[in-house]
């Protein structure tokens, strides 16, 4: 009885550890690559890192959208020829003191989310920022 226990413990460790060391040669095998996304909220603090997995031919702001679930008029504001603009992601919302500061490998964005090319190992960071007048 023991032995059968031991067995199923051991059987089932290796099948965890095997995902976990499977799951990046595996998914870059299925996709053309990977980015980073941080959220960090207004004390500085991560409160999440995903790293998010695209094909060629995929959008910054699609795969976003599809990854955390945004709605539009809820989480963000589509402005047409001037782009999307992100009020809330994943815990982080906008309110009357705090905007979401993009950065892109650590630069603070100049250009909506929408106009930003997707590339292998591209860090996105969405940074809850003081607004100050």
Do not use: C, H
């Given at each position: ?30 996709h053309d690559g ?39 008029d809820e989480d ?58």
């Open positions: 009885m023991l032995k059968k226990v031991l067995v199923s413990v051991l059987v089932l460790l290796l099948g965890v550890l095997s995902y976990f060391a499977l799951r990046t040669p595996v998914m870059n095998a299925l990977s980015m980073e996304v941080v959220l960090v909220d207004e004390e500085g603090k991560t409160v999440d890192t995903r790293t998010i997995w695209f094909d060629e031919g995929d959008k910054m702001f699609d795969v976003l959208k599809e990854e955390f679930k945004l709605v539009e963000y504001i589509d402005y047409g020829d001037f782009g999307v603009f992100i009020t809330s992601i994943g815990e982080l919302q906008s309110d009357d003191d705090y905007w979401l500061e993009l950065f892109v490998d650590d630069k603070s964005s100049t250009v909506s989310i929408s106009f930003i090319e997707l590339k292998d190992g591209l860090t996105i960071k969405f940074v809850m920022t003081e607004i100050s007048w």
